[in-house]
């Protein structure tokens, strides 16, 4: 039996393993946007073709810079990273996330407090699509990616997928014009997020919805996402009407619709994991378990 030294055993501490690999994680975050901004300031791009290759070059170096880290760190493959079937679990996530926001703008719709002013030419989603592909990248990793798959580790799958979606939540409140509301269907997604990937144990799945759910939002139906700035988008709508239909200043996500739609969703993947049995328990119950085994042999 391998007994761990002193140094071994805080290594493998868990909140050790979760506070280095946020610090490494978003070092790479800030100093990726910094190079990506010198270096494409020296040419002669647009400013939105600039930002979508600073999208994509920061999201490149998270997503390489994750998979170094545990590679390294655990001695593992990252599968959570796999390419295989990459397509495919793209495609549901964004499926996913698309119908989801569809839906909760459809109930504005319907409210008569959504109606298309003009369309705009389709390089209008260059900019949102730019920050929510980054974003997505940045949070899932950061959250289910990080801080819930570490936690699952040790305290199972319900405590993590718990506190990871009250985090997620909290995160949220910062951001102007937040509401009970907003904040509950923030919390919401957070579970719905980590239960699709405890579901599908990769990260692409939530990636995609998540960046599916914001730009649909902003990049084709110019709605406000979680109470920041109205970017440019495909679709330009005046969206009036009560608050707890459209959101308010903070957005569809600040809606009843909206907490529904993910609650729905988030039980239905609940529902496939235990028919599947893909929940993890907490520590000290597979610990009783091999001691009763122990104990009966």
């Not at 997503?63 to 959570?80: H, M, P």
């Not at 990080?146 to 506190?163: P, Q, W």
């Not at 529902?271 to 042999?297: G, M, Q, R, S």
């Amino acid at each position: 039996m391998e007994v761990l030294t002193t140094k071994q055993k805080i290594f493998n501490s868990p909140v050790i393993k979760i506070l280095l690999a946020l610090l490494v994680f978003m070092a790479v975050v800030i100093i990726g946007q910094q190079i990506a901004s010198k270096l494409l300031a020296l040419t002669s791009l647009d400013k939105d073709y600039r930002n979508l290759l600073k999208g994509f070059f920061v999201s490149a170096s998270c997503i390489l810079s994750y998979i170094v880290f545990f590679k390294k760190y655990d001695k593992r493959v990252v599968t959570e990273f796999a390419t295989k079937g990459l397509v495919k679990n793209l495609f549901i996530g964004a499926a996913i996330g698309f119908v989801l926001q569809s839906l909760t703008i459809l109930v504005i719709y319907l409210n008569g407090s959504y109606s298309v002013v003009k369309i705009n030419p389709i390089s209008f989603i260059l900019i949102p699509f730019a920050i929510m592909f980054t974003v997505a990248i940045i949070e899932e990793i950061l959250v289910r990616g990080i801080i819930f798959r570490i936690m699952e580790e040790k305290l199972g799958s319900y405590i993590a997928l718990t506190f990871s979606a009250v985090l997620f939540g909290v995160l949220h409140l910062a951001n102007p014009n937040g509401t009970l509301i907003s904040g509950i269907c923030i919390t919401t997604a957070g579970f719905l997020f980590g239960a699709i990937f405890i579901y599908s144990r990769n990260l692409w799945i939530p990636i995609a919805l998540h960046f599916a759910w914001n730009f649909t939002q902003s990049g084709i139906f110019g709605a406000i996402t979680s109470g920041n700035e109205k970017t440019n988008s495909l679709i330009e709508a005046k969206i009036q009407g009560p608050e707890f239909i459209t959101g308010g200043a903070f957005g569809p996500e600040g809606s009843i619709q909206a907490i529904i739609f993910c609650a729905f969703a988030t039980v239905l993947l609940l529902v496939l994991i235990h028919k599947e049995n893909k929940i993890i328990k907490p520590y000290w119950k597979n610990d009783k378990k091999v001691l009763a085994a122990n104990f009966t042999n």
